[in-house]
């Protein structure tokens, strides 16, 4: 008998319960079973390349909710991870998206989009922006763009405001970087609220995931190298992320492309040891924290982003947060768990699919009678946050804001 | 194609390629793959097919392990998939209306606010839908007190093979206008005409659970513990058995803490009234006792439940994860006869040289006996073949049956006539000539 790494799927189908795309589409051809099954037929050769089949393939959220579930434990993952690179070398991918890519590759190149954007936007008539849309989502419910990057606001090292307790990296991801620096100013204020020397190494740029999901494995080759310079090896602080698919990358991605990229395997390692999502560490020191007893008293939901749970793995501690938060009152919805939609770039290739997802998350949050909706994952946050009602008065923001919120000013 | 409209067929080689398959190990292409949304679309559909003489194969969620919706000889998969609404729920008179789509899970959710259930639970029950289910004739762990997919059918309506709508039964649980030719659906895997709408009986929620978890040093003495058990009045909803090959792969994989050495344990369940589950759960103790039973465990929370469950759940898992491919089947003896098939099997195993565990639903005899194997090793999957041939013979010696809820299809067409009389078959194919002259619906099954 062969090895069991040449596992096979058993074709149960137990998978397509657990596909965000299947519920919405109730289509065999866009499950996790057909795309192994087609992944296959092209591997053996019994099936040739071609757009139909990049198409099939890529109509995926890449949310790792049926390799977390699948009984003879195959990695559809990273099986898919492969065969979208393929695929783009074999036939490109969409202007837009190779732009992205094109982008993320080079830190500058992110910078002055961000400007042009942003100057954009102020040029646009606001009726324009109300009518058009991208993806699912009006132009005019997307976030606003800051003058200045986040990590060019701050210095690279910010010392505590009180007795100093130890030192951590703060890894922060593109979306806050460039669209939510108030996410980076409240980690940054609860930290140094708890005691700790934020260091934010200058030399960071993309985590990459998003190129590698777009099959851009060269460009994506260069980022993860600054990454690992800018991070150090196995000695040093821990590598704090507030974005969990930027830390499923730090965690799990680089390891499984040591040999492809010729990766340090020691340092690549020692950063994975040292890498904790922002909310479990800050959710173990939270006594370290002291809430005024003016705290606001705030009623809040929270939507569980899929790379939290079946990338980055283990729980996302959110709930816990908000339990334990002085003023929050937390209204968990029946659905927190399922997938918005948003999935990197799929509520723009796939907007239908997308938004028939959203809309019974929008609806199952606005039905807890919840002020403040907090969410982990930026794509999520833009995605939910985009297809609020017009007029609803709900907010969607990063727990560590809802946390820094509570703290009021220093 | 015209009848459903472009965005609802499929015709490209990439499409079609996903539904050549169900989960069991054979494919074949069909030439169009069409998702009707109404009677009158199947019925449309169905009328062309006809005139045309183009095979018609119905399909559900493809969740299928014996190859039923796999279209043997091509023409169109009728997927049922996006014909998935709850038409009624009706607890006052105890029945729900769907269409052939809705998934089994589906179902459970939406009875359940009111208090109640639909009983067959197939493994595949979160993805499989009521129209598999029914062509099927599903079962699942509550069968052995509730029964299967059939006792639960009041009356569907069909597209024949001519395309004309009928309607068999009611909503009555009382019925006996004409023949049950409901019941002759059940299990006729698509065979007979395409089912458009079910009329499922549902009955209230169990107003409590208790689980134990009993082990045995001796085979006999789980065979003897289950008949005496029903013997003597109860009727648990599930009491399944696993073996000592597959406690110890559970053991090796998740470190649960089963005993090893023991010959195998029984998991037991039993629901109603409080203080009735409470008097059975102790006369079950006194019964599995008198029995030499080594260690009794009783969960009566639902972590505690989940407990003594997982190692029942995650079997599959675990068989599937020691080699590339994983093979089951499903033959069925009286209860009684349990412990002689289980040893069968084992020597069947020996004989062969194969890593085979044993699941059952002892309670109803259903066994399930789990095989890793490799589809590519050509020598190992002849080995595999030949041990299931002789689990089959075995199990006919036994007074047993071929499938107790996987179906027939492709998988054990072959070793239909092991169970059943020449004049038997002889009948069911002038049934299925009287109502499919020019065989179109689902060919290829059942010969």
Redesign the interface.
Known sequence: ??P?T???C?????C??ACPVYKVL????A?PR?RL??IQ?YKTKT?PT?P??QE?VSKCLMCGRCAAMC???INHYGKFMEMRREMAEAHGDKVEIRSLVFMLAREYRLRAAAGVARIGRGLLPSSFQKKSRLGNIPLDRFPELPKTSFRESLPEEIPPVRAERGAVVYFTGCATNFLFSDTGNATVRVLTAMGYRVRIPKGQTCCALPMLFHGAADQAGNSIQANIRALGGAEGDPILVDCATCGTALKKEYRLLCDTLHLDPEAVEGIAARVSHITPFVLEHLDELEFPDTAKSLKVTSHTPCHRKHGFGGEDMVAQLLKQTPGVDYRPAPDAEECCGGGGTFFYEYPEISKKMVDKKVASAQATGADIWVTDCPVCRINLAGNLEGESPMRVIHPLELLAIQLGRP | MDTVGKDRS?Y????L???A????VAESMPDLVL?PKTTEEVSAIMKTASRHKVPITGRG???S?CGAPVPVKHGVVV?F??M?SILEVNTRDRYAIVQP?V?N?DLQRALAPFGFFYPPDPG?M???TIGGNVALNAGGLRCLKYGVTADYVLGMEVVLASGKVVRFGSRNVKDVTGYRLSGLFCGSEGTLGLMTEVILKVVPLPETTRTLMVTFNHLDDTAKSVSDIIGSGILPTAMELLDKMTMNAIEDSANLGLPRDAAGSLLIEVDGIKEACERETEKIIRKVRDNHAADIQVAETKPEQDRLWTARRSA??VF???????VTEDVTVPVSKVPEMVRAIEAIAKRHDLTMGVLAHAGDGNMHPLV??????VD?WGRVELAFKEIFEAAAALGGTLSGEHGIGIAKSPYLDLFMSRDSIEFMSVIKKAVDPDNLLNPGKFA
């Open positions: 008998m062969s069991t040449l596992k096979n058993g074709r149960c189908g137990l397509l319960s109730k289509e065999e051809h499950s057909a099954k087609l037929a099936l071609s139909v089949l099939l009984p003879s434990g | 499929l490209r080689t990439e499409e390629s996903c539904y398959y169900d989960a069991f998702f969620a493809g969740t392990i997927c998939s996006k998935d789509g998934v899970g595949s979160e993805v499989s599959y898992g599937a994860k020691l080699a590339p491919d994983i890793p194997a490799d589809r590519k090793d190992h």
